[in-house]
């Protein structure tokens, strides 16, 4: 059950700035700007960055000092009232223009490129991420064992590194 609130919280998550940026390009429109405010945008970033950076810290605080709990007993009343705000303060969607909503000017709307070119970076990074770690664990073992690429293994070089832990063994 857990994992599933997880994926719902992740797609509410990934829907949630791509629609702030709908919402404040159609303010700039409807205000008659050339372009939306960098300000805005920028802000929205940067709140979006310090919130994934400082969230996860003060939730692993609350969890440990209070229990998984009381992450419902903030999270859920907080959601609300931010539910209901957004209810009393966002405008309205405007009607939809049926007559562009063919699949094939949805379809022409998507960049697919784009979207293809985000998931393999993506995959690309989680792959060196994974394999560089592995390759950080190994050479952090290697030298908490006195061991190296360049060193042979032997029962005499690993007590020697375990009496010596400072020296570099170069055998």
Same mark, same amino acid.
């Given at each position: &059950?857990?994992?599933?609130?997880?994926?719902?919280?992740?797609?509410? +998550? $990934?829907?949630?700035? !791509?629609?702030?940026?709908? &919402?404040?390009?159609?303010?700039a429109? /409807? +205000?008659?700007?050339?372009?939306?405010?960098?300000?805005?945008?920028?802000?929205?970033?940067i709140?979006?960055? =310090?919130?994934?950076?400082? @969230?996860p *810290?003060?939730?692993?605080?609350?969890? @440990?000092?209070? @229990?998984?709990?009381?992450a419902?007993?903030?999270?859920?009343?907080?959601?609300?009232?931010? #539910?209901?705000?957004?209810?009393?303060?966002?405008?309205?969607? *405007? !009607? #939809?223009?049926? %007559?562009?909503?063919?699949?094939?000017?949805?379809?022409?709307?998507?960049?697919?490129? @784009?979207?293809?070119?985000? %998931?393999? $970076? &993506?995959?690309?990074?989680?792959?060196? #991420?994974?394999?560089?770690d592995?390759?950080?664990?190994?050479?952090?073992? /290697?030298? =908490?064992?006195? $061991?190296?690429?360049?060193?042979?293994?032997?029962p005499?070089?690993? %007590?020697d590194? =375990?009496?010596?832990?400072?020296?570099?063994?170069? =055998?």
């Amino acid at each position: &059950m857990l994992t599933v609130a997880r994926v719902l919280i992740g797609i509410g +998550t $990934s829907a949630a700035f !791509p629609c702030a940026m709908v &919402m404040i390009r159609r303010r700039a429109h /409807d +205000t008659v700007l050339d372009a939306p405010p960098g300000g805005v945008l920028s802000g929205l970033a940067i709140a979006g960055m =310090a919130i994934a950076a400082v @969230g996860p *810290p003060i939730g692993g605080l609350l969890i @440990g000092a209070a @229990g998984w709990r009381w992450a419902f007993f903030i999270n859920i009343p907080i959601t609300v009232i931010a #539910l209901v705000m957004a209810v009393r303060w966002l405008p309205k969607d *405007p !009607p #939809l223009d049926r %007559a562009d909503s063919s699949f094939r000017t949805v379809a022409d709307r998507i960049d697919l490129p @784009g979207i293809i070119g985000f %998931a393999a $970076s &993506m995959t690309a990074l989680v792959v060196f #991420l994974t394999v560089l770690d592995r390759r950080l664990m190994a050479r952090t073992a /290697d030298r =908490a064992t006195g $061991s190296s690429p360049h060193t042979l293994n032997t029962p005499a070089n690993t %007590a020697d590194a =375990a009496a010596n832990p400072c020296k570099e063994n170069h =055998a």
